[in-house]
C-alpha cells in the first residue's frame, strides 16, 4: 500500500513539474506581450489626456470624459477560466468584495472562476466573459470595451472601475481596482495648443478617446494573465516540491516497515530454533 502511494505521489509531481514548465513558457509570451503594448498605450493615453482638456467641461463635453449622476456603478472583475494558481483569484476576490461591501454596484466579470465565486455573493452581475484567447487580442478587449462603454452611457453609471491582479514580477502581484470612465485627465498633462489635429481637435478625441480606453483595458487583461501565470508557476512548483518531500517520507516508511518485517521474521525463526532444541 505504501509502495502504491509513493507510485501515485511521484506521478503527481511529474504533473506538477511539467505544468510549471508549461505556465513559465506562456508566462513568458504574455510578459512579451504587455512589454509590447506598453508604449502604445502609454503614448495614446498621453495624447487624449491632452485633447481631453479641449472638451472636458460645459455643454459640449464628451460623453466619456463627464461622471454620470451619482449613484450606481460597474466594477469590471478580471479573473481566470482555470484553476491551479494558489491564491491569485481568492486574494482579488476578497478584494472586490472588501471594496464594495454596502454598496449597489453592478458586476462584469471575466473568467470562469469570477462567475463561480460572484453567483454567491449579493451583487448584479450585468455579464460575463468566459474562455477567452491567450494571449488576449486587442479584438477580445475592445469587444468587452465596447460593451462595457454602452452599459456607461445607457445606464447613467457614475464610474467603472477595473478590478484585476496588477502584475509585479513573476510570483508576484497586487490586487488592484483603479477608475475606467470617466476617463480622467492627469492634472500635469501638456495643454493641446501645439497640438496640429485635421479635421479638428474634437474629431481626433472622438477617434483616440475610445482607443485609449481600450488599449488601458487590453493591458489590465494581459497583466492579469501574467500574474496568473506567475502565481500557477509558483503553485507547481510548491507542489512539486512537496511531493517530492512527500515521496522521501513515504520511502523512509516504507524502509521502517519492511525492516520492521524482517526483524519480525527473525524473531519468530529463532524462536522456533530454541523451542525446537528445547
Same mark, same amino acid.
Given at each position: 500500500e505504501v509502495r502504491q502511494r509513493i507510485k501515485a505521489v511521484k506521478g503527481i509531481g511529474q504533473v506538477t513539474k511539467a505544468m510549471k514548465l508549461v505556465a513559465s513558457v506562456k508566462l513568458r509570451r504574455v510578459q512579451d506581450k504587455v512589454v509590447q503594448i506598453r508604449p502604445y498605450t502609454e503614448t495614446l493615453y498621453e495624447i487624449a489626456t491632452r485633447l481631453a482638456a479641449v472638451r472636458g467641461d460645459g455643454e459640449a463635453a464628451h460623453p466619456l470624459l463627464v461622471e454620470g449622476p451619482a449613484g450606481a456603478e460597474v466594477v469590471v472583475v478580471i479573473g481566470s477560466d482555470r484553476g491551479l494558481c494558489g491564491s491569485f483569484n481568492m486574494a482579488l476576490f476578497r478584494h472586490v468584495v472588501a471594496q464594495l461591501r454596502g454598496t449597489d454596484a453592478n458586476l462584469v466579470l471575466v473568467g470562469r472562476k469570477a462567475r463561480e465565486f460572484f453567483a454567491r455573493q449579493p451583487f448584479n452581475v450585468v455579464k460575463t466573459y468566459e474562455r477567452l484567447g491567450f494571449p488576449m487580442t486587442w479584438a477580445e478587449a475592445d469587444q468587452i470595451g465596447r460593451d462595457t462603454v454602452t452599459l456607461y452611457t445607457f445606464m447613467k453609471l457614475s464610474r467603472i472601475r477595473l478590478a484585476y491582479q496588477r502584475f509585479l514580477s513573476p510570483g508576484v502581484s497586487k490586487p488592484s481596482m483603479i477608475p475606467w470612465l470617466p476617463f480622467t485627465r492627469a492634472a500635469?498633462? %501638456? !495643454?493641446? @495648443?501645439?497640438?496640429?489635429?485635421? !479635421?479638428?481637435?474634437? %474629431?481626433?478625441?472622438?477617434?483616440?478617446? !475610445?482607443?485609449?480606453?481600450?488599449?488601458?483595458?487590453?493591458? @489590465?487583461?494581459?497583466?492579469?494573465?501574467?500574474?496568473?501565470?506567475?502565481?500557477?508557476?509558483?503553485?507547481?512548483?510548491?507542489?512539486?516540491?512537496?511531493?517530492?518531500?512527500?515521496?522521501?517520507?513515504?520511502?523512509?516508511?516504507a524502509n521502517k516497515l519492511r525492516q520492521s518485517g524482517i526483524t519480525k521474521e527473525l524473531l519468530e525463526i529463532t524462536t522456533g530454533a530454541e523451542a525446537l532444541n528445547n
Open positions: 500635469s498633462a %501638456a !495643454p493641446a @495648443a501645439d497640438l496640429r489635429c485635421e !479635421p479638428s481637435a474634437e %474629431a481626433v478625441l472622438d477617434l483616440v478617446l !475610445p482607443r485609449a480606453l481600450i488599449a488601458q483595458l487590453q493591458q @489590465a487583461l494581459l497583466e492579469s494573465q501574467a500574474s496568473e501565470q506567475g502565481a500557477r508557476m509558483v503553485a507547481m512548483d510548491n507542489a512539486t516540491t512537496n511531493s517530492s518531500q512527500l515521496a522521501s517520507d513515504l520511502n523512509l516508511l
